[in-house]
């Protein structure tokens, strides 16, 4: 596997992985009706840092990694992840979460902060624990799971240093 930064002729792949991790609708609040551009410029929209995961000449994950906030919280980053459901567990979504956290310090984060980490999404919270995060919040009922009905979200931090 190979993890090289993304460029527009990832773009195909990139909504290939985003509709089969979003459409299931356990993990991620984007709306089922998000379009191909939206979901691509999601990952390489202006201002973002994007990188893929690469096995066999074939995308099987991605990474995107910006400012969680502007100006004076800007200091710690935010990060989004997806792996084709297809190439889970056999070490992308470990290796991506590494090299993210690697590019995060190259640009000089102090920090890295997620947002909405769902719940019972247990893989995603497992390996983000494995890799030094902390649950610092938790949102009641904040994510509608396709099947499940409401369910927590968590607010996931570590220090980059």
């Known amino acids: 596997m190979i993890i090289r930064r993304a460029t527009a002729a990832d773009a195909a792949a990139i909504w290939k992985i985003f509709q089969a991790v979003v459409a299931p609708g356990d993990t991620y609040s984007f709306p089922a009706d998000t379009t191909e551009r939206d979901a691509v410029a999601y ?5 973002i ?3 893929v995961a690469e096995e066999d000449g074939h995308v099987i994950g991605m990474y995107k990694l910006i400012p969680n906030r ?6 710690v980053s935010n990060a989004s ?3 084709d459901p297809a190439a889970q567990g056999k070490g992308a979504g470990r290796a991506l979460g590494e090299h993210c ?3 995060a310090r190259r640009q000089g984060y102090e920090a890295m902060q ?4 769902v719940s019972t999404n247990t893989a995603g919270v ?5 890799l030094g995060f902390e649950i610092v919040g938790t949102l009641p009922k904040a994510f509608r799971h396709a ?3 409401d369910v927590d979200a968590y607010v996931m931090h570590r220090f980059l240093r």
């Open 70 to 75: 502007i100006g004076r919280g800007s200091h």
């Open 81 to 83: 992840f997806m792996v």
């Open 147 to 149: 099947t499940l009905g």
């Open 126 to 130: 497992n390996l983000w624990k494995k």
């Open 114 to 117: 997620f947002n909405f980490v």
């Open 49 to 51: 840092t994007c990188f």
């Open 43 to 47: 990952f390489l929209g202006p201002g």
């Open 101 to 103: 956290l690697d590019e």
